[in-house]
């Protein structure tokens, strides 16, 4: 993976909000060998087994050399216990929002970021949740399970 670019940099290319104008076809996908996938097929709310289009496009992902980069939670894997569905996807990095997931080990997420979406300090606080933010002035963070 070492010819892979770097996440980070992936991740700050992104949070420039460049406007990208693409013209996507059947075709270009199917034969296509992108350099970059993200995945937000399935996301927070995954129960079973994936079925139906998000399991075509699970596999259409397993067969593909690309950098994957996971939004929220990588598809098919359960946030709360890392329980990988029989087909998920296995990204290089993970970019969860607003607080890390307990099943988010490094095994099912790859290199784990949070970003921060605005959750202002009071809706921590009233769900007895004790949090200091740690984004300062970053809109995002590379998170390391110690």
Request: no cysteine; net charge neutral.
């Amino acid at each position: 993976m070492s010819n892979l670019p770097e996440v980070e940099h992936v991740l700050e290319v992104m949070n420039i909000g460049q406007e990208l104008h693409l013209v996507v076809t059947r075709e270009n996908v199917k034969n296509g060998k992108p350099d970059l996938i993200l995945d937000a097929i399935i996301g927070y709310s995954l129960t079973g087994e994936t079925k139906g289009n998000a399991l075509i496009m699970i596999q259409y992902v397993a067969k593909k050399s690309a950098v994957v980069i996971s939004l929220d939670v990588p598809s098919g894997i359960d946030s709360t216990t890392g329980k990988r569905a029989v087909n998920q996807i296995n990204p290089n990095a993970t970019l969860t929002l607003a607080l890390p997931k307990t099943g988010l080990f490094p095994e099912v997420s790859g290199e784990l970021y949070v970003a921060d979406i605005g959750i202002p300090n009071l809706v921590y606080k009233k769900l007895n949740i004790g949090y200091i933010s740690p984004f300062g002035k970053n809109s995002f963070i590379k998170f390391k399970i110690l």
